[in-house]
């Protein structure tokens, strides 16, 4: 966003506007999942639109029930975005995840991977995210094979940060492990995640048992791309 966007004065009076229809009840379960999903993205860009959050917080729980997939993950992603600037977002989570199980057979491979990486950011401060992990990993579990380099190397590295409170999230681990990761584009995100969390995962047994290097050798014809973090990974794991 330009300073320009920033400084005008339209954005104050949306604001104003988008503020008085949450606070009136006229939005809907997806206009609701929107404004949230866009108030995550844009709270580090807008001047004061973290204010919309308490109006949010206070009606999202009436929405959630009748929230599709879609709607289900993109708000428990905006939480987990904004757990730091607006830690009110976390009373929402156990509402959120005692909707999810009953949606999850729907979500597609983006909504899985998009709701297992949110519950590895919240399991500190929302520890009743944790319930819907095993949920998640059966439907991942399913989707892998129709997941692009991006899913995939979100659900390795929320399984990399929950498996101590999560250790059934290691099941996931093979089924990444024998993907192509060739169908999408690979990004130094998508290279990096998935080289570190070998560079974890490895030493336990249950993991090591079904080879999980094969994500390595599978990335390592990007290494011309990435060349600083493959030597460190390469040495790292002594491939």
């Known amino acids: ?11 104050p009076r949306l604001h104003g506007r988008v503020r008085s229809m949450i606070s009136r ?8 999942a929107n404004v ?17 959050v308490p109006a949010l917080v206070k009606v999202l ?6 929230m599709n997939p879609q709607e289900l993950s993109n ?22 995840v005692q909707q999810i199980p009953s949606r999850a057979n729907d ?9 297992l990486w949110a519950a590895a950011q919240l399991q500190e401060g929302a520890p009743d995210v944790l319930k819907i992990v095993p949920v998640l990993v059966d439907q991942i579990l399913v989707n892998a094979k129709d997941m692009m380099p991006q899913h995939l190397s979100n659900c390795l590295w929320a399984a990399v940060q929950l498996r101590e409170a999560e250790p059934a999230v290691l099941k996931t681990v093979p089924a990444i492990s024998e993907e192509p990761w060739t169908y999408g584009p690979v990004t130094f995100q998508c290279f990096s995640r998935p080289l570190f969390a070998d560079l974890v995962l490895y030493p336990i047994s249950s993991v090591k048992s079904q ?7 599978k990335l390592s014809k990007y290494a011309k ?11 790292s794991i002594h491939v």
Not at 37 to 48: Q, R
Not at 61 to 66: D, I, S
Not at 75 to 90: G, K, R
Not at 211 to 217: A, D, E, G, L, V
């Open 225 to 235: 791309y990435f060349p600083d973090i493959y030597l460190f990974i390469r040495v």
């Open 107 to 115: 979500m597609i491979p983006q909504h899985l991977s998009n709701c």
């Open 61 to 66: 729980p009436e929405q959630l029930e009748t």
């Open 1 to 11: 966003m330009q300073l320009a966007d920033r400084e005008s004065t339209v954005l």
């Open 211 to 217: 080879k999980p290097r094969n994500i390595y050798q």
């Open 75 to 96: 708000s428990l992603w905006a939480v987990a975005q904004l757990q730091e600037v607006e830690p009110l977002v976390l009373q929402i989570v156990p509402a959120i």
């Open 25 to 32: 009840k006229k939005l809907g379960p997806r206009e609701c």
């Open 36 to 52: 949230f999903w866009a108030t995550a993205h844009l709270s580090g860009a807008v001047p004061n639109v973290t204010r919309l």
